[in-house]
């Protein structure tokens, strides 16, 4: 037989539209023509056009159709004497014999040129996959291995043209492994969650994990999930694997609940196929209540792209899930098209932003503003949210700052398998040194973080849910009542300046110094904050902090156990005095200099002193000497009556002043001395303060009536 008499073969099943092989015929031509010999081992090409489907769109189905047959047209006019089908659609196949690759490599690059002059403008391409027979393989085989070589390229920018190769094979026979032995790896314990680490921006604590799954196979080493979440989706097997981890999960829960463990709510991810291939909800829920794990314990991850479908049975799932007391998270927000619709339409408890956007965090500034603007919008929208793929310290920092309040990713640690052996007293991970424990977040703190997390300290209305103030880039800090300690929890940019111009220079500043008692203010502030802490309604206060007057709005956000969270929305008010009344308060202070005859200024850290006021009667002691002991020692030796000249000093000894002004309960101690010159009684008044990081003391000296 000769390949015309092959043809008539087919003949007869004809495709309507191009007058090509229908893929029937072309089946029964390829049998035929493999059970020959002495033909040439031919070479099946897989071709599809991408852009068509836009095509149809713009221009209608009959332009459409006048497209394929131009297509066709080249087909035959290039591959000439092969055989060619169509396989529907913009989808074709041609077994060529004689043509080698350069040659088909060739003339699919002028069919592509040509086409130029019919797609109208919108650059469509022709994408190949080309399988080289042995000469033994199926026709169905040959297909196949053309269509994966062309799957390889689909999505790409740059290759219109993939040959099946080893690499393809080997991929190719994975996933052939993976269909065939997946039920009974499964059963055999080779497919497992690890767990990767969530954790908590403002305290650093491991506040949940996210379980993915891994394949541990004792012949292919470690499958990732990017390899067989695919294949088992196209399998329709996933809700198998997805159930079986959730299984896996909910076992381990309960292990660590009976071992007294400190555990922490687990994600685990759906796909959007669970949803079409099983009844998800009632298959979890049975697991979940058949091990007696409360469903707060479960959060579900479903990716964004799910929704894209706008699935009914998906929405409703999600509604029995949302009413059993499950949290539903959004993964890979941003990652796909109708982000803004899904944020818009659902009400998601998480939402987790795609790691794409930490993609280029360090090179490009356009990544931290729109990270920023997604973290506020969403917590507009009463969402929380979680960055994910967070891997170097200052992309933790960053987000910390904008107010994301959980973060996963390399920098806390990858996913890791559990290491039930070893968990004695907290959960350890294979690999992990005991001392790595992590702290774990306890339950009443969840709720109280996500309180305090849900204020949205970027916006222009960060407590707007509750009371509707509305605050324009005002100092606003987050702080913390423990016991009686004060505690900055996070302050934002603003509010790093309004310490600043107090002399305080950060929050660590702040928050050590909040907590030294006998300063008026943190005595006072702390009082205020119990106050407002007990009536549970905003208060108002000003404080005078080194020298400036702020005034402070405090809100309370959230209590749990021994502590309290406020946000504090504060001001400087000296700032807008100054312009008003700096003049008078110029002439106020130099009348009130006048009563005194000098006044010095001691620092307790570095143990100097400087004079600040000095009437016309005094001599510059400082003016020789700094060194606070040696001044004081000269002065007294100048001006004060012999026989009080040592408890003149003792009085001035700025070692033991601190506890002596502690120890009378007030700010200050006074002494009183007689002159050298004229023996009238003087009044010396030390008065102990902060000024920027350094304690001071204030030495005022004024002489008293002779009736005083
Ligand atoms: P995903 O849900 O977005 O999970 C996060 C992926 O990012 C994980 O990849 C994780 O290992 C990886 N990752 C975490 N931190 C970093 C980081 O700092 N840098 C980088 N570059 N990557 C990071 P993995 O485990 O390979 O999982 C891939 C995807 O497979 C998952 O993406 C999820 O969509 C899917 N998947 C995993 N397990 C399951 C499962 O049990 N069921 C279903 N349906 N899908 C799963
Ligand atoms: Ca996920
Ligand atoms: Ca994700």
């Given at each position: 037989?000769k390949?015309?008499d092959l043809?008539?073969?087919g003949a007869?099943?004809?495709?309507?539209?191009?007058?090509?092989?229908?893929?029937?015929?072309f089946?029964?031509l390829?049998?035929?023509?493999?059970?020959?010999?002495?033909?040439?081992?031919?070479?099946?090409?897989y071709?599809?056009i991408?852009?068509?489907k836009?095509f149809n769109?713009?221009y209608?189905?009959?332009?459409?159709?006048?497209?394929?047959?131009?297509?066709?047209?080249?087909?035959?006019?290039?591959?000439?004497g092969?055989w060619?089908a169509?396989?529907g659609?913009d989808r074709?196949?041609?077994?060529t014999?004689?043509?080698?690759l350069?040659?088909i490599?060739?003339?699919?690059?002028?069919?592509q040129?040509?086409m130029?002059l019919y797609e109208?403008?919108?650059?469509m391409?022709?994408?190949?996959?080309?399988?080289?027979?042995?000469?033994?393989?199926?026709?169905?085989?040959?297909?196949d291995?053309?269509?994966l070589?062309?799957?390889?390229?689909?999505?790409?920018y740059t290759?219109d043209?993939a040959?099946?190769?080893?690499k393809?094979a080997?991929s190719?026979?994975l996933r052939?492994?993976?269909?065939t032995?997946f039920?009974?790896?499964?059963?055999?314990?080779y497919i497992m969650?690890?767990?990767?680490?969530?954790?908590?921006a403002l305290?650093g604590?491991?506040?949940?994990?996210e379980?993915?799954a891994?394949?541990?196979d004792?012949t292919?080493?470690?499958?990732?999930?990017g390899?067989?979440?695919?294949?088992?989706?196209?399998?329709?097997?996933?809700h198998?694997?997805?159930?079986?981890?959730?299984r896996?999960v909910?076992?381990?829960?309960?292990?660590a609940?009976?071992?007294?463990l400190?555990v922490v709510?687990?994600?685990?991810?759906?796909?959007?196929?669970?949803?079409?291939l099983c009844d998800?909800f009632?298959e979890?829920?049975?697991l979940r209540?058949a091990?007696?794990?409360?469903?707060?314990?479960l959060?579900i991850?479903?990716?964004e792209g799910?929704f894209?479908e706008?699935?009914?049975?998906?929405?409703?799932?999600i509604?029995?899930?949302?009413?059993?007391?499950?949290k539903?998270w959004m993964?890979d927000f941003g990652s796909g098209?109708?982000?803004?619709?899904n944020?818009?339409?659902?009400?998601?408890?998480v939402?987790?932003?795609?790691?794409n956007f930490?993609r280029?965090?360090e090179?490009n500034?356009?990544?931290?503003?729109?990270l920023?603007?997604?973290?506020s919008?969403?917590?507009?929208l009463?969402?929380h949210?979680?960055c994910?793929?967070v891997?170097?310290?200052?992309?933790?920092?960053?987000?910390?700052?904008i107010?994301?309040?959980?973060?996963?990713?390399y920098?806390?640690?990858?996913?890791m398998?559990?290491?039930?052996?070893h968990?004695?007293?907290?959960?350890v991970?294979?690999?992990?040194?005991?001392?790595?424990a992590h702290?774990h977040?306890?339950?009443s703190?969840?709720?109280?973080?996500?309180?305090?997390?849900?204020?949205n300290?970027?916006?222009?209305?960060?407590?707007?849910?509750?009371?509707m103030?509305v605050?324009?880039?005002?100092?606003i800090?987050i702080?913390e009542?423990i016991d009686?300690?004060?505690?900055f929890?996070?302050a934002n940019?603003?509010?790093?300046k309004?310490?600043?111009g107090?002399?305080?220079?950060?929050l660590?500043?702040?928050?050590?110094?909040a907590?030294?008692?006998?300063?008026?203010?943190?005595?006072e502030f702390?009082?205020f904050a119990?106050?407002?802490?007990e009536s549970g309604?905003?208060g108002?206060?000003?404080?005078?902090?080194?020298?400036?007057?702020?005034?402070?709005?405090?809100?309370?956000?959230a209590s749990?156990d021994?502590?309290?969270a406020?946000?504090?929305?504060?001001?400087?008010v000296?700032?807008?005095?100054?312009t008003?009344?700096?003049k008078?308060?110029?002439?106020?202070?130099?009348?009130l200099?006048t009563?005194?005859?000098?006044?010095?200024l001691f620092d307790?850290?570095?143990?100097?002193?400087?004079n600040?006021f000095?009437?016309s009667?005094?001599?510059?002691?400082?003016d020789?000497d700094t060194?606070?002991?040696?001044?004081?020692?000269?002065?007294?030796?100048k001006?004060i009556?012999p026989?009080?000249q040592?408890?003149f000093?003792?009085?001035?000894?700025?070692?033991?002043?601190?506890?002596?002004?502690k120890?009378?309960?007030d700010?200050?101690v006074?002494?009183?001395f007689?002159?050298?010159?004229?023996n009238?009684?003087q009044?010396?008044?030390?008065?102990?303060?902060?000024m920027g990081?350094?304690?001071?003391?204030l030495s005022c000296?004024r002489?008293?009536?002779?009736?005083?």
């Amino acid at each position: 037989m000769k390949m015309n008499d092959l043809t008539k073969i087919g003949a007869g099943q004809y495709d309507a539209l191009t007058g090509l092989y229908t893929a029937t015929s072309f089946i029964t031509l390829m049998d035929v023509s493999n059970a020959l010999d002495g033909l040439e081992h031919p070479t099946l090409i897989y071709i599809n056009i991408t852009g068509f489907k836009i095509f149809n769109q713009s221009y209608g189905f009959e332009a459409g159709n006048h497209f394929l047959c131009e297509i066709a047209d080249e087909l035959r006019r290039h591959f000439d004497g092969d055989w060619i089908a169509r396989l529907g659609g913009d989808r074709f196949i041609i077994e060529t014999f004689g043509k080698n690759l350069t040659a088909i490599e060739g003339s699919l690059s002028a069919i592509q040129a040509n086409m130029r002059l019919y797609e109208r403008g919108l650059l469509m391409r022709i994408k190949s996959g080309i399988f080289v027979s042995s000469g033994t393989e199926s026709p169905m085989h040959m297909i196949d291995c053309a269509k994966l070589a062309h799957d390889t390229i689909e999505d790409s920018y740059t290759k219109d043209i993939a040959v099946y190769d080893e690499k393809i094979a080997k991929s190719q026979s994975l996933r052939h492994y993976i269909v065939t032995d997946f039920v009974e790896a499964k059963s055999s314990g080779y497919i497992m969650p690890f767990y990767q680490r969530e954790v908590r921006a403002l305290t650093g604590e491991c506040a949940g994990y996210e379980a993915l799954a891994r394949w541990v196979d004792p012949t292919n080493g470690l499958i990732m999930p990017g390899l067989f979440i695919g294949v088992l989706e196209n399998a329709h097997l996933i809700h198998q694997l997805d159930l079986h981890i959730i299984r896996c999960v909910i076992k381990d829960l309960r292990r660590a609940i009976d071992r007294g463990l400190p555990v922490v709510p687990v994600s685990v991810n759906l796909s959007r196929h669970d949803f079409l291939l099983c009844d998800v909800f009632d298959e979890v829920n049975s697991l979940r209540a058949a091990n007696d794990i409360p469903p707060q314990l479960l959060n579900i991850e479903i990716t964004e792209g799910a929704f894209a479908e706008g699935a009914a049975d998906l929405i409703e799932a999600i509604e029995k899930f949302k009413a059993a007391g499950y949290k539903i998270w959004m993964d890979d927000f941003g990652s796909g098209t109708s982000t803004l619709n899904n944020l818009r339409q659902h009400d998601f408890d998480v939402v987790k932003l795609d790691m794409n956007f930490l993609r280029d965090f360090e090179t490009n500034p356009k990544c931290k503003v729109i990270l920023a603007s997604i973290v506020s919008m969403t917590k507009e929208l009463g969402s929380h949210t979680l960055c994910e793929g967070v891997e170097t310290k200052e992309q933790y920092e960053f987000l910390r700052r904008i107010g994301c309040e959980r973060l996963q990713g390399y920098y806390f640690g990858k996913p890791m398998a559990l290491d039930f052996e070893h968990s004695t007293t907290s959960i350890v991970f294979e690999g992990d040194s005991a001392a790595k424990a992590h702290a774990h977040e306890k339950e009443s703190m969840r709720r109280y973080y996500d309180m305090v997390g849900g204020v949205n300290v970027m916006g222009a209305a960060p407590l707007r849910e509750k009371d509707m103030l509305v605050y324009n880039n005002l100092p606003i800090t987050i702080i913390e009542l423990i016991d009686d300690n004060i505690h900055f929890l996070y302050a934002n940019a603003a509010y790093g300046k309004l310490l600043k111009g107090t002399g305080i220079e950060s929050l660590t500043a702040a928050d050590s110094r909040a907590n030294i008692r006998g300063i008026k203010e943190n005595d006072e502030f702390l009082a205020f904050a119990k106050r407002v802490k007990e009536s549970g309604r905003t208060g108002v206060m000003d404080f005078v902090i080194n020298g400036k007057i702020i005034a402070t709005e405090l809100h309370p956000i959230a209590s749990a156990d021994n502590r309290s969270a406020f946000v504090a929305v504060s001001h400087d008010v000296s700032q807008y005095n100054e312009t008003r009344q700096a003049k008078d308060m110029q002439v106020v202070l130099s009348y009130l200099l006048t009563l005194f005859f000098r006044i010095d200024l001691f620092d307790l850290d570095d143990g100097t002193v400087d004079n600040v006021f000095l009437s016309s009667s005094q001599g510059r002691v400082t003016d020789e000497d700094t060194d606070a002991a040696s001044a004081v020692a000269k002065y007294a030796e100048k001006y004060i009556t012999p026989a009080e000249q040592g408890n003149f000093c003792k009085f001035y000894d700025m070692t033991t002043v601190e506890e002596r002004i502690k120890a009378a309960k007030d700010r200050y101690v006074s002494a009183i001395f007689h002159a050298k010159s004229d023996n009238r009684r003087q009044i010396y008044q030390l008065l102990i303060f902060h000024m920027g990081t350094h304690k001071k003391v204030l030495s005022c000296c004024r002489s008293l009536k002779r009736r005083d």
